[in-house]
């Protein structure tokens, strides 16, 4: 069995973490040996440089000097986690990846695709995605969601980096995600994440059941 590696992109609070963790856990019940992990993030060295962005501390550098330091993170990641796991059929579900970059810092931060490509050929080293997976929601409704969690959880919503910017900014980065996948369309799929949370998790597993026949296999 080929391993896979499957990304799943998106704005704020719309569910890739619940459904990375349904979609792990339906593999594992196949008889697939799946890494679950996130960007930036995913190893220590790029943990460290998720702290140092999602604080904030970045910001005044502005999206070209974010570009960097998430492929700074990302290739760390790529190098000693996604490309490893991969080498020994472990499939990989990562919270987020290059199209982010793409997305926040390229389409909707300004920074120049020239420089956005070359920072991900250098990151990436021919380590693309064989799936990506768009979770689509309205911004509002995603933050009403979230801010519903965190009441629900008694639990304090802090914004982070990039949580709190305008919605409006947040409208710019859902269109972003959807060219993204309208360019790509061997690659993306689009699913609507305002639904109920088992019927998005039925959707992710016929994707890529359909995708991959091999993932159900063993079911």
């Given at each position: 069995?080929?391993?896979?590696?499957?990304?799943?992109?998106?704005?704020?609070?719309?569910?890739?973490?619940?459904?990375?963790?349904?979609l792990a856990d339906r593999?594992?019940?196949?008889?697939?040996?799946?890494?679950?992990?996130?960007?930036?993030?995913?190893?220590?060295?790029?943990?460290?440089?998720?702290?140092?962005?999602?604080?904030?501390?970045?910001?005044?550098?502005?999206?070209?000097?974010?570009?960097?330091?998430?492929?700074?993170?990302?290739?760390?990641?790529?190098?000693?986690?996604?490309?490893?796991?991969?080498?020994?059929?472990?499939?990989?579900?990562?919270?987020?990846?290059?199209?982010?970059?793409?997305?926040?810092?390229?389409?909707?931060?300004?920074?120049?695709?020239?420089?956005?490509?070359?920072?991900?050929?250098?990151?990436?080293?021919?380590?693309?995605?064989?799936?990506?997976?768009?979770?689509?929601?309205?911004?509002?409704?995603?933050?009403?969601?979230?801010?519903?969690?965190?009441?629900?959880?008694?639990?304090?919503?802090?914004?982070?980096?990039?949580?709190?910017?305008?919605?409006?900014?947040?409208?710019?980065?859902?269109?972003?995600?959807?060219?993204?996948?309208?360019?790509?369309?061997?690659?993306?799929?689009?699913?609507?994440?305002?639904?109920?949370?088992?019927?998005?998790?039925?959707?992710?597993?016929?994707?890529?059941?359909?995708?991959?026949?091999?993932?159900?296999?063993?079911?």
């Amino acid at each position: 069995m080929s391993a896979r590696f499957i990304t799943f992109e998106g704005g704020e609070g719309v569910g890739k973490s619940t459904q990375i963790t349904r979609l792990a856990d339906r593999l594992t019940k196949s008889g697939v040996q799946a890494v679950r992990t996130r960007e930036p993030g995913g190893t220590p060295k790029s943990e460290a440089v998720r702290s140092f962005l999602l604080q904030g501390k970045s910001e005044a550098w502005g999206p070209g000097a974010e570009a960097v330091l998430f492929a700074t993170a990302r290739l760390d990641h790529v190098n000693a986690l996604i490309r490893p796991s991969l080498q020994t059929d472990h499939w990989v579900l990562s919270d987020r990846f290059y199209d982010s970059t793409r997305a926040y810092q390229g389409l909707t931060g300004g920074v120049p695709d020239k420089l956005i490509d070359a920072l991900e050929i250098l990151a990436l080293d021919g380590c693309y995605p064989d799936l990506t997976i768009v979770l689509d929601m309205d911004p509002g409704s995603a933050f009403a969601r979230m801010t519903k969690r965190a009441r629900d959880e008694k639990t304090e919503l802090a914004p982070d980096r990039f949580e709190k910017e305008a919605l409006d900014w947040h409208g710019r980065l859902r269109q972003g995600f959807l060219d993204i996948a309208r360019a790509n369309p061997d690659r993306c799929v689009v699913i609507a994440a305002d639904e109920d949370p088992d019927r998005i998790e039925r959707e992710i597993w016929d994707t890529v059941t359909t995708k991959f026949p091999e993932a159900q296999a063993a079911e």
